[in-house]
């Protein structure tokens, strides 16, 4: 009889819980990002990022520190830290802060101070991280969320929550925290039992055939500390087709560029959310596409029917084939819309979402592509301490190849 690594999590979860209701059990992709930061020798949480800048003096703290309240009773998951209890990981959810909870900066470098802030700030007690630098020419709001806690497809829920809290009354209804804590329990078990049935047999038949061609992966296979970040930028119109689903060719063009390096690992990319009823905390974070034979864009459709199969059991999957993956990733690929999350306006006035360089990476390679409409923007990041330029350049070379001849066939 086969047994799922869920299952055994959540018998080991229910003897250490006791009924406390600041425990709560983690999902398959927090048990991943919990592993990855066990095996930090620096202990540091991985960042989501979101910068937003405004006009000089347009942000009030008062109303940011009644908004981040507003989201911090409505989602525990937010006011989580990793932790360890009897052996087992589980997510320890903190009451809401007495202090401030808008740290902000003054600063005449307002981009270096805030990353930082970001990067030297402690794992407990802030998942989620607000600062605000200003200096004469911007605000720039700068909103950190633990990737433990929280994905990227989960950050537009929050900033609009976060809007609507600064534009909102004050006040704090006593109930919001309560109701906020049983929806999350409530979300994570159904998460979780989500898991354990996509971990049967099948898909790990699924799993062992995409993985037995794996490569071990090259790049940070043993524990270090995240690096300094080397970036790149490039922008490529979309082709009428590609402007609805770009995501299969930004897939293609990964693996080809991996491909191009022999030992690589799979390509791994976030795959949407799996958020309940606007419960944040409850996503699939990580899916591989290796596809061997067939070609990715075909392929990965496949791959989403087992999407929620946790990713310990992939690498579960792997080890039962002898593959010599081991579960290391050399790339992750992250997709975000635009056009379904514009900037928020402020007192009538719209942000500008932007990125600010000197952030450390957590993947030795991470490609993310911004969809603005008919346009993608394209950022390569590596960690230039592990990843040579020359191989953070094939993936750029292969990026820009693929997209030039989607465009020549379109056109």
């Known amino acids: 009889m086969h047994r799922s690594i869920t299952g055994t999590y959540r018998k080991h979860y229910a003897l250490v819980h006791d009924g406390a209701d ?53 989602h525990p998951a937010l006011r989580g830290a990793p932790d360890v209890v009897g052996g087992v990981p589980v997510l320890r959810i903190d009451p809401l802060p007495e202090g401030p909870v808008v740290r902000e900066i003054p600063a005449p470098d307002s981009d270096r101070a805030l990353w930082d802030a970001l990067d030297n700030w402690p794992v407990r007690p802030a998942p989620f991280r607000v600062l605000l630098a200003r200096d004469e020419h911007r605000d720039l709001l700068a909103i950190g969320f633990d990737h433990l806690v929280c994905d990227g497809e989960s950050t537009g829920l929050v900033l609009d929550e976060l809007m609507s809290g600064y534009h909102g009354p004050a ?132 791959d989403l029917e087992f999407a929620d199969t946790p990713f310990d059991e992939v690498v579960r999957a792997a080890r039962a084939a002898k593959a010599s993956w081991t579960g290391h990733l050399d790339l992750v690929l992250t997709l975000i819309d635009r056009t379904r999350r514009p900037a928020p306006v402020l007192d009538g006035v719209s942000g500008r979402f932007t990125y600010p360089a000197g952030n450390r990476t957590h993947e030795p390679v991470i490609v993310t592509a911004v969809q603005d409409r008919e346009e993608l923007a394209l950022r390569i990041d590596h960690d230039s301490t592990i990843v040579p330029a020359a191989a953070a350049d094939v993936v750029g070379d292969a990026l820009r190849e693929t997209f030039a001849g989607s465009t020549a066939q379109a056109s």
């Open 22 to 74: 600041e425990l709560m059990p983690l999902t398959g992709a927090q048990r991943r990002f919990h592993h990855a930061r066990s095996s930090d020798p620096h202990d540091r949480a991985q960042i989501l990022p979101v910068f937003l800048e405004f006009p000089p003096g347009l942000l009030s703290v008062p109303r940011l520190e009644q908004a981040v309240r507003s989201v911090l009773r409505q």
């Open 171 to 302: 006040g704090e209804p006593g109930s919001s925290a309560a109701s906020g804590l049983e929806l999350y329990r409530e979300a994570v078990e159904q998460q979780l039992e989500t898991e354990h049935e996509a971990s049967g047999p099948e898909a790990l038949e699924h799993w062992r055939s995409r993985v037995r061609d794996a490569g071990p992966g090259l790049w940070g296979t043993d524990p270090h500390g995240p690096g300094p970040c080397a970036s790149a930028w490039q922008r490529v119109a979309l082709p009428g087709t590609g402007r609805d689903r770009p995501f299969p060719t930004l897939l293609a063009a990964c693996h080809t560029a991996l491909s191009r390096i022999p030992g690589t690992a799979p390509v791994a990319y976030t795959w949407g959310g799996r958020d309940r009823e606007g419960v944040v905390g409850c996503f699939i974070n990580t899916v591989l596409a290796n596809p061997g034979d067939e070609g990715v864009q075909e392929s990965w459709y496949e």
